[in-house]
């Protein structure tokens, strides 16, 4: 008896599956869990995805309805994957139709058949005429480097797709160049999985291991086919990627894939070179450059074994995989690793639960890592690696604050820091400022009345955009034409304040007009591939002066720059947020480690109001850890996450007293050993004409916090106020 009934998974924002009957002509073959169907849902048709499959069914068969049909296509989700993907779900108490949704690659989404055209990658031609196929590279080598290095790099691997050259830094003109001197073909990728052999290693790259680093490989490769978690923490520089490799390889070496998690901007092509040279294996790429059916290929080669490494963001780690025996999750400190809205999961505690599900280890990596981590790693949960040396002897960059109340400040600069960057030029050493704030300035206003040009929907300053000549809600998006004159007095002195990036580029063009300046922001990148042609550029010293936001504090590593200064630090110092202060010290010691090398040691220089305050004092003095020991004392005698399991209840509605009533209806009832903290109105109570409010659930434990949120989200659809707000539901919110 084949059958019948299946539950079935739908992107709708329901916290349960659907049962639907198979009708006779679609039984056979035999349906299977994580099969894509077509099914009927109210006047639309969607896709679904399979979760159990019955004989029988108790519900009425009358209201059931049949399904469509069935997607007979390669892309089912293995047991496996549903499995983990159900854990998700159920983690974060988020509807299950939508986290597969999330999972699956646009073009699964879409209920259009799929027609796949093989992956193509590039390989090197086989040549009849290798003489002359030698002159013409060696001509490559003195007249197009660039092309030599790509060629390099093609012939290096057996098969690269476009998008990983791409990603690497290379464009096409390069890749046709090639191709036309028919030195390179384009072949279809092979659908065989993986298999270990000796040539993928390139041993001239490697390293022979610090004892540090050697007992660490050693800890990993011990523990390998069983679960464990690894903390690597080290700074910039310690050796951290060559432990990834070195562990990478022995699982590489069993066949086995390896995943590598990365924040969005630490894919880098130093990152990616770096695991590049050092295996010949076939690698799948998964980041925001890639088109959907580049997704659709990283996907398909990493469900079928083909992909030996898996290099992504935090998405990443739905991947189908075949046969995996590492995850990496380098940064795992940083907060690009959490989606921010709709499934707000974080992309290492979501490593952690595939590691447990397939019985593999995961290594974090960080030179700042995260409290949660940290604590988990001193408590023992974790196995605790630290790197406390710098790697091939370079020394550790100083960090001093500059006092701005006893400094005269031009542009945001003090003299001393203008001094200290004529110096650093002077030497023919780059210079990195560091300023976390996008735009010509975060504010206008009227000379004559103060008046400050506000979005309407946040009750928040425009920021001023000079070279598009417009205000832009920073917040909401929304944009605005600069007012010729002052709308409240008449006056037409209007005036930015305040200073952001694309200002600061312009003033420091000023001061020193001798040096070449470029600016690093997401508004300076939003081009595809401008960012590592940026990049590129100050790693040829195109540019001597870097100015830029938190994307320059990430992944990067800039050996030439000396001198890095961070601007204005002080708006970290006196947040509500309990984060804030830990967020602050990530940065300020990730941006020190962008700079220096063993023969030119770098210098951070730190420009703040506020020289005495205790939190600055600690890490400049004692260090990350030091100041991470006093935070996790504090949260622990406050009750604070770590030590305390937190979820949050956002609501935004048109008026202020709803989200606030809807909250408040839900504190009524009390809940099993946790406590409510609010409702309060968001940090930010206005955004995008909607008014915000949160409610914090807090438990000691997460079992008394999954209970809690199991009796609110039976109580949430009772609620009178249900239909006037918007409510979602963040487990382990990192922002308040
Ligand atoms: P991290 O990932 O912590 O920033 P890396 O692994 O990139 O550190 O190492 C930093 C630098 O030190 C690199 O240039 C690397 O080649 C070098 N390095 C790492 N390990 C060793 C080693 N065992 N011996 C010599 N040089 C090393
Ligand atoms: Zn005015
Ligand atoms: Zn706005």
């Known amino acids: 008896m084949s059958n019948h009934y299946i539950q079935v998974a739908i992107p709708v924002p329901m916290r349960q599956l659907f049962t639907y009957l198979v009708p006779e002509q679609l039984q056979s073959p035999a349906i299977v869990v994580g099969e894509r169907v077509v099914v009927p849902f109210g006047a639309r048709k969607v896709i679904g995805i399979v979760m159990g499959t019955d004989a029988h069914s108790d519900v009425d068969q009358k209201k059931l309805k049949n399904i469509e049909s069935r997607l007979n296509d390669s892309f089912h989700l293995s047991q496996s994957l549903v499995d983990y993907l159900q854990l998700c779900a159920h983690y974060y108490h988020h509807p299950v139709g939508d986290v597969f949704q999330q999972a699956l690659p646009v073009l699964l989404r879409k209920i259009e058949k799929v027609t796949l055209t093989p992956p193509m990658v590039w390989q090197t031609s086989d040549f009849e005429d290798v003489d002359n196929t030698n002159d013409t590279i060696n001509k490559l080598k003195s007249k197009a480097i660039k092309q030599f290095n790509l060629y390099q790099i093609i012939k290096q691997h057996s098969g690269i797709s476009w998008a990983e050259l791409r990603t690497l830094g290379y464009n ?43 007992i660490i490989v050693t800890a990993i490769e011990q523990s390998l086919n069983s679960f464990s978690c690894h903390l690597v923490d080290g700074v910039t520089g310690s050796g951290k990627t060559e432990v990834y490799l070195q562990a990478m390889e022995t699982v590489l070496a069993q066949s086995q894939q390896v995943l590598v998690i990365v924040p969005e901007i ?14 010949n294996v076939p690698v799948a790429l998964h980041h925001s450059g890639l088109n959907d059916t580049e997704r659709l290929n990283t996907w398909l080669t990493a469900q079928q074994g083909n992909a030996a490494i898996i290099i992504g963001t935090r998405s990443a780690i739905f991947s189908p995989l075949h046969n995996l025996g590492l995850i990496i999750v380098d940064e795992e400190h940083d907060s690009s690793l959490k989606q921010q809205d709709s499934f707000r999961y974080h992309g290492r505690d979501m490593a952690i639960l595939r590691a447990r599900q397939l019985n593999i280890p995961i290594v974090l990596g960080s030179a700042t890592p995260s409290f949660e981590t940290l604590q988990n790693a001193l408590s023992g949960k974790y196995n605790y690696h630290q790197l406390l040396k710098r790697a091939g002897n370079s020394s550790k960059a100083k960090i001093a604050l500059i006092d701005m109340n006893h400094q005269q400040v031009e542009f945001g600069l003090s003299g001393t820091l203008k001094h200290e960057i004529t110096q650093t030029l002077s030497r023919g050493e780059q210079v990195l400022l560091f300023l976390n704030r996008r735009g010509y300035a975060p504010a206008i206003n009227c000379k004559e009345c103060h008046w400050i040009a506000d979005c309407q929907r946040c009750d928040k300053p425009y920021t001023l955009h000079q070279k598009q000549q417009l205000l832009i809600c920073h917040h909401c998006g929304s944009q605005k034409r600069i007012p010729p004159q002052c709308p409240s007095c008449g006056s037409v002195r209007i005036v930015p304040l305040g200073q952001g990036t694309e200002q600061l580029e312009n003033r420091l063009d000023e001061l020193f007009p001798d040096a070449s300046i470029v600016r690093i922001d997401r508004d300076s990148t939003r081009k595809k591939g401008e960012l590592a042609k940026l990049l590129q550029e100050v790693s040829d010293k195109k540019h001597q002066l870097l100015v830029g936001t938190q994307m320059l504090a990430k992944g990067h590593h800039f050996p030439d720059v000396t001198l890095v200064a961070v601007l204005d630090v002080d708006g970290a110092l006196f947040s509500f947020d309990f984060r804030a202060s830990e967020q602050m010290a990530q940065l300020l010691i990730q941006v020190a480690g962008r700079a220096g090398r063993a023969s030119k040691p770098g210098k951070v220089l730190v420009q703040t109001n506020f020289v005495d305050h205790p939190l600055l004092q600690d890490l400049v003095h004692n260090g990350y850890h030091h100041f991470a020991h006093q935070a996790l004392t504090e949260r622990k005698q406050a009750l604070l996450p770590p030590f305390s399991y937190q979820a949050l209840i956002r609501a935004e509605a048109n008026y202020p007293s709803y989200p606030e009533k809807f909250l408040r209806g839900l504190t009524m009832q009390p809940l099993v050993s946790c406590e409510f903290a609010g409702p309060v109105p968001a940090a930010m109570e206005k955004k995008a004409g909607k008014f915000r409010y949160h409610l914090i659930i807090q438990a000691k434990t997460r079992k008394h916090l999954h209970g809690a949120i199991q009796q609110l989200l039976m109580q949430i659809p009772q609620s009178e106020w249900l239909n006037k707000v918007r409510w979602s539901l963040d487990v382990d919110p990192i922002d308040l």
């Open 172 to 214: 096409k003109a390069q890749l046709n160049a090639l191709h036309s001197k028919a030195l390179i073909e384009e072949v279809e990728q092979t659908t065989q999985a993986f298999t270990w052999q000796d040539s993928f290693l390139n041993q001239q790259d490697k390293l022979q291991l610090s004892t540090e680093q050697a």
């Open 266 to 279: 630490g894919l880098t092509p130093q990152t990616l070179s770096r695991f590049e040279q050092r295996f």
